[in-house]
């Protein structure tokens, strides 16, 4: 069955259909990673938006019952070359046809995804639809010029109570603004006595739980649609360690006077290189995000920025110069992507053992 994936520029792209047979619209991104469609498909960062692969054979290892980083995709559409229609691995449990049947998510494979890729990286991030070949295609690219695609998916994705993952070293708060499960792993993988709590929680109550330390997770959208999130985040940075990673960057960077704006297309893909500016090391990392921290923003602020991006020179990590608090915009769960930022889960624990035995 045809169906076509058409973009607010004008290009109509027709290939096959999989997945569900409903019609979607969406922020069209790409990632380059080469493997880990599934840990992509499942990151609730990803909510509302259309994704397409670079790399040209998708689904041929099928989806498995371990790299799921959410329950529910939270994923608008997907987008590929080539679906692989008879996975083959020995964790396989589902196609990847399959699975997007079940989580009501459309597909569409047979498309030239350089040349879509292409169109993104020269017009910047685009709206798109992935409807039925029946659609008149004039008629889709006017309702999506005027389409404002909706700006509440922290509070779409996050939980919307809190819960424990228990564990016997130290208390940290996570808060969940569309936590990839991957953080918390890293965490209950280090002893820590999670509490996750949702996006809109307040200082009191992060307080009320005795945390050593505090976590702001990954999450979906602008980061400017999540204010009521930064008073909690004064408050709370200067009582306890404090870890963010990805919109948890752009949050505590907002809270502290630095400005975030939108980048053209994003970083999505599994080898960005990131340079450590105090000791020249340079990471190769996992990254998803179409906003950044303003550079010149930072200067009359508290904060010191420690990371950059080498391939354009976007600020990637910040420190507070106050309190032990940190922030990196790329991933150091990985899932997908290589673990080499995984050491600043360690410095995280150990900035909480260390304010255990000064205080803060
Ligand atoms: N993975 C994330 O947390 C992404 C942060 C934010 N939604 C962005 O796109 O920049």
Redesign the pocket.
Known sequence: MKRQLILEDGTVFIGEAFGSDIDKVGEVVFNTGMTGYQEILT?P?YCGQIVTLTYPLIGNYGINRDDFESVSPAVAGFVVKEAAEFPSNWRNQLSLDEFLKNKNIPGISGIDTRKLTRIIRQHGTLKGAICSIEKNAEEIISQLKATVLPAD?VKRVSTKSAYFSPGRGPRVVLVD??MKHGILRELNNRNCDVVVVPYNVTAEEVLSFHPDGIML???????KTVTQTLEMIQTVQKEVPLFG????H?LFALANGADTEK?KF?HRGSNHPVKDLRTGKVSLTSQ?????VDTESVVNTELEITHVALNDGTVEGLRHKQYPAFTVQY?PEASPGPEDANYLFDEFMQMIEASKKVGI
């Open positions: 990151d960062s998916q603004y569309g997770s990954n999450g979906p959208g602008d980061p990673i990805c919109l948890g752009q980048l994003g998803n995000h179409g906003y950044t991933h």
